[in-house]
């Protein structure tokens, strides 16, 4: 509901994106934002092939969410590449990355520009409340609006900064300098110390978001997507809603990236992936600048 809006149409994210000034000329960081938004089409496509499927919608379900994350991963490597260059290789330093480059210089778009600055609990609970004001809503009711939607929304960023919390606990407890301090919790001052360095590096953002949702599908909760009554019909709409995220999101790297790459080589780039793709690129690249 929250992409699904006029805020992602290209009047808009042309307007958002008009003073971004184009970077100096740097052919080795462009060739690297247009292998990642290949990528990144390339998962786009193969999400809306399943989209497009009559029926199988269970088959495909766990490749679907694998390929909306992907296609989201890819095209945040192609802002960060086009913002500074780098090229992190892991999962959690481009999220990283993504949220220090990206997000923290608003140049991302709500609700993908959702973040909090850190996982520390008293940091989460003030920024939570910023961002929540007045909406009550959450995660336990289906939302039928936008508000509601963004209530969800606030609330999976709040979630996914306990679960980052309680990973970082957990891996403390295995450290020789938690098991020194002799406690077996972070009640103590030296422990929550300990834990709460570590919190503070730590980023919670639209990406973490995502590749937590990606490794549920993919490495646990075997039977929510495959067993029990039959939701084929919800299914139908969740990849549907999938395929409209991750195109909005490419969408809106697309625009940025456009601004920053080598003044001629955006047009260059869409027309030879016109020509010479042998995939299905499934939103209109030209219409970008």
Known sequence: MLADSSTFSHQMLQRKYSQVQRRKVNPEADTLVFEMLVMSLHNLSSLTSFDMLSAGKYEVVRSAIVAWYYSTYYASKAMIAACSASNPQTHSKTAKVWQSDIVANGLAVAPFSFMLSNAVTK?????????????????????KNSVEARGAAISYLKGTAEYVKWQVEEDIKSNRAFRDLNVTNFRSAAARKLRDDRLQQESVNYLVQAF????KAHYRDSIYLSYGVDQTQVLGTFIGDLRVVAERFLTMASFYVARRVEKGTWQD???????????????DLSTIS
Not at 269 to 283: G, K, R, T, W, Y
């Open 212 to 215: 937590r949702y990606r490794g």
């Open 123 to 143: 940091t989460v609970e003030s920024e939570i409340a910023a961002l929540r004001q007045s909406n009550t809503h959450d995660l336990n009711i289906e939302p």
């Open 269 to 283: 780039f869409v027309a030879d992936i016109n020509e010479s793709l042998n995939f299905h690129i499934p939103i």
